[in-house]
């Protein structure tokens, strides 16, 4: 099978927009969670999340006037698409095949201009039919809608913007599978590269559901924290009290390469990704199967993929040093993913670490998957493991290594990385250190 | 090396359209050239300058007729696009002859983890009446919107699962629940490439043996203000209000067209591999022979580019293993829009040299209009029917064509062994299927 690396990472995250200092802050437990100031959501049942702060997308590429105003989704693209090519160094590459360089991004749409959607519905609204004049809707969008905003709403978007900045011409492909889209795209970019259709593929996500409609949804759903205090503190993964999840923003991004093709340049590895696993659930669309049965699916299918058997150790210890968790802090989240990894790793299962890098930066949504994976990269790299921080008040039910409120020092070799969304979607990935 | 190559067909066809569902309505049609577009009636259209649709009427398709009994409460979070969606993946389990658990209590034909689900969505548009609804609750006595009373009461008028309607995973969602589908599902999101996508996923699942049939496609519902309106943004709508000749108001690759219009509808098709359809005793409508994918470098994303037109379709000759000279008929996008019928007729112009104005096109965008995310899907399928049929539909149109042989025409009995099916798409993606045909 074609070995598929990563050469190049870049994130642009509530936690900061580089590689180090992101790294840096995490393993100090530090949280990103604050008070949202890009609307007043002040009357919202949910006032914090974790927003991307001091991030000028026109620094990260050569001429912003090809752009035509990006999204932000398309701007955080943007900004960790270029620290992964950067430090890929694909861009000193003179050789590089443009028509064998591609993309497989999991990309959310792009903001929603809530203040002239909200004028614009409540003001063609026909009381006496008790619906909207379409004709009084037609008007006034004319003349409150920013149209270039609005087709930049598309989620492929960042597709376009994300080629245009490198020129790149091979396959690309944009899925939203809700937050297990950029998972699922890694794990596509590789099967692409696997079979033979690219040498090269930028994948990752990017997504901010940052604005009043977005946190209306989830807060309907009931699905954020409500969390009344130290908003630090609201993001709580395995948690006995964890009220939801936090909303976050952002994007991850990563080169991969088939080994053959980084080879050829004298390109160094930061990792090879050897397993992707994906499955539906097909059970309900509010819930999870109560099983774990699609989470277990995707994680038994990544490691299959990886030929490594879970319940298996190495000289007395597990294949697997880390488990990524999707940790979203909801009560059914943790519990069925505990359950899931549980089923999978058997009695290996206690001794596994996992924890959730939400309790620190929030949830990505579309983003999540990417930055997660990368994560895992730099804990191979480091040495460490980053915490799930706010674990104060363990779930008795939750009883694996959730590496709480404190970073560890750790031999890691073998990463497993998970991510599941809405509608049953469930992907994992498996990276390992780079070894000839 | 790259992965088993193993043959994939398409098994199954299912599509709906604003003539209905299933192929054989669409295809009917255009077997007699009668357009199904007229003036938008869900909405009154006269605050838009594009006027007209592909529109099912919406007595004409109604889901909870067809989901199992345990989902129907569910087809109340279901949004359009969805119950587009399902409505196609049920008449494609149906045509392709497949036991789920929708069809019966009898066990699957194929089991469940074996079948993944690769369905291309759109951004899909709030329903304004729905949202409207609620967002009027917080508008003040001077007319303006309350932000504060929204956060703190006025939400609470959008029903709990409002934004799961919303999410274009959904369609895949209810489609692999419905079906019972637990192999990998996704949903590509590239606008009119992304059924095309998604097929090209379900084949490379497949191969790479983490399924052994999918259900893939797309759809998409554009019939609705706001996406009319972000359709509008984009200036590739044509200016018409239903008084036109509505037979030749689409008019692709012709020095007269202006442009295209807002279609809905979509197709689902049972991809599987050729292993799995023999050892079941199933039907192959035509093999998936080649695919190509690429991304535009041109300088709008609005704009198509005909270096990756003609470079995705090179690659999917090199792996079909034929020449430009192998195929028989051609399905473009073809969608009346300048920009992008000028780029397809370079790109084919490009491979097909001057061989390209006697070769045979099938046009599916004048009789349903751009459906966008399940246009692709509309197109294979009508292919795929060419393919099974040896039958070149009928087009509408111009009298005159420029570089294709896309003008009007009859329908007509030919032979066909091979179907270039291009979808260039808003966003710069591009995929070229060849679609092959299945000796019995």
């Known amino acids: ?436 | 090396m790259p992965e088993r190559q193993e043959q994939v067909v398409i098994s199954g066809v299912g599509v709906i359209t604003c003539f209905g569902v299933g192929i054989g309505l669409l295809w009917d049609a255009m077997i007699e050239g009668r357009t199904g577009l007229k003036r938008i009636e869900r909405f009154d259209p006269s605050g838009f300058s594009s006027q007209v649709a592909g529109e099912l009427p919406e007595d004409d398709f109604k889901v909870r007729k067809i989901v199992p009994k345990s989902h129907r409460k569910a087809t109340k979070v279901m949004c359009r696009d969805t119950e587009l969606a399902v409505g196609a993946a049920a008449d494609a389990v149906k045509s392709a002859g497949l036991t789920t658990a929708a069809t019966s209590d009898e066990p699957p034909t194929i089991a469940p983890d074996r079948v993944g689900c690769h369905i291309g969505a759109g951004l899909i548009s709030a329903e304004v009446n729905e949202l409207g609804a609620a967002l009027v609750t917080s508008k003040k006595e001077d007319g303006t919107f309350d932000l504060a009373h929204w956060g703190s009461e006025g939400m609470q008028n959008l029903t709990p699962l409002w934004l799961l309607k919303y999410l274009p995973n959904m369609l895949a969602c209810h489609v692999t629940i419905v079906h019972n589908c637990q192999g990998p599902s996704n949903t590509i999101t590239c606008c009119e490439a992304s059924s095309g996508l998604s097929i090209a996923e379900s084949r490379r699942v497949i191969r790479r043996g983490d399924a052994d049939a999918c259900l893939s496609g797309g759809a998409e519902d554009r019939v609705n203000p706001l996406a009319l309106y972000r359709q509008h943004c984009t200036g590739r709508l044509a200016d018409c209000d239903g008084s036109e000749d509505l037979q030749t108001l689409i008019k692709p690759f012709s020095e007269d067209a202006t442009g295209t219009v807002i279609g809905e509808g979509g197709g689902i098709m049972i991809v599987e591999s050729k292993t799995s359809c023999t050892a079941r005793n199933g039907s192959p409508w035509c093999s998936i022979d080649g695919i190509g994918c690429r991304q535009s470098f041109a300088d709008s994303p609005l704009e198509a580019d005909p270096h990756a037109i003609e470079s995705a379709i090179n690659k999917a000759l090199v792996e079909a293993n034929c020449t430009a000279n192998d195929i028989d008929v051609i399905v473009p996008l073809g969608s009346g829009i300048p920009q992008f019928d000028t780029a397809e007729r370079d790109g084919l112009t490009s491979v097909f040299g001057d061989t390209l104005a006697s070769i045979q096109t099938i046009t599916t965008v004048p009789y349903t209009g751009n459906c966008m995310a399940g246009n692709g899907a509309i197109a294979i399928s009508v292919a795929a029917k060419a393919i099974k049929e040896q039958t070149l539909p009928a087009r509408l149109g111009a009298n005159e064509t420029s570089g294709l042989l896309a003008s009007r025409s009859d329908s007509k009995s030919m032979s066909i062994n091979k179907v270039l099916v291009v979808t260039p798409s808003e966003g710069g993606q591009c995929v070229a299927i060849i679609l092959g045909r299945v000796e019995a």
């Not at chain 1, 809530?114 to 619906?131: Q, Y």
């Not at chain 1, 009344?228 to 939801?244: E, H, Q």
Request: charged share 20%; aromatic share 8%.
């Open chain 1, 1 to 436: 099978m074609t070995r598929v690396v990563i050469t190049g990472m870049g994130w642009v995250t509530p936690l900061g927009n580089d590689l180090d200092t992101v790294w840096k802050r995490m393993c100090n437990g530090e949280s990103a969670i604050a008070t949202i100031d890009r609307f007043d959501a002040s009357s919202f049942p949910t006032t914090f999340a974790g927003q991307v702060r001091d991030f000028d997308w026109k620094e990260f590429v050569q001429n912003p006037s090809v752009h035509h105003e990006p999204a932000m989704n398309s701007q955080f693209a943007l900004g960790a698409a270029r620290q992964a090519w950067d430090q890929s160094g694909l861009g000193e590459y003179k050789d590089l095949n443009l028509d064998r360089s591609g993309m497989y991004l999991g990309a959310g749409e792009g903001v929603l201009d809530f203040s002239a959607h909200s004028m614009i519905d409540t003001h063609s609204w026909d009381v006496e039919d008790g619906k909207v004049d379409a004709v009084a809707w037609a008007k006034f969008a004319r003349e409150r809608l920013d149209e270039w905003g609005e087709v930049e709403q598309e989620p492929n978007m960042p597709l376009w913007h994300v080629a245009k900045e490198y020129g790149l011409q091979g396959p690309a492909f944009n899925c939203l599978t809700a937050c297990a889209a950029s998972t699922q795209a890694i794990g596509e970019a590789v099967s692409v590269l696997r079979a033979g259709d690219a040498d090269v593929m930028i994948s990752g996500g990017t997504h901010t559901m940052l604005h009043a409609l977005g946190i209306t949804g989830f807060n309907r759903l009931t699905a954020l924290s409500t969390f009344d205090g130290d908003p630090r503190k609201a993001s709580k993964p395995f948690s006995k009290d964890r009220g939801g999840f936090v909303m976050g923003e952002g994007s991850g991004m990563l080169v991969l390469e088939t080994l053959e093709h980084a080879h050829a340049r004298g390109a160094t590895p930061l990792a090879e990704i050897v397993g992707f696993g994906s499955s539906a659930d097909a059970y309900r669309i509010t819930d999870l199967h109560p099983e774990g049965r699609g989470p277990a699916a995707a994680i038994r299918n990544a490691l299959a993929q990886a030929n490594i058997d879970p319940t298996s150790t190495i000289e007395g210890k597990p294949p697997v040093q880390y488990i990524s968790a999707h940790g979203t802090s909801t009560q059914e989240n943790d519990s069925i993913e505990t359950k899931a990894i549980k089923l999978v790793f058997g009695d290996n299962a206690p001794n596994v670490p996992v924890s959730s890098i939400k309790s620190m930066m929030g949830h990505l949504i579309a983003a999540a998957g990417s930055v997660e994976l990368i994560t895992c990269v730099m804990s191979i790299q480091t040495g460490m493991l980053v915490p799930t921080i706010n674990l104060d008040n363990p779930d008795p039910e939750l009883d694996l290594d959730y590496v709480p409120n404190v970073a560890r020092e750790a031999q890691v070799d073998c990463c497993v990385s998970n991510s599941f969304g809405f509608g049953g979607q469930n992907n994992t990935l498996v990276v390992k250190r780079y070894e000839t």
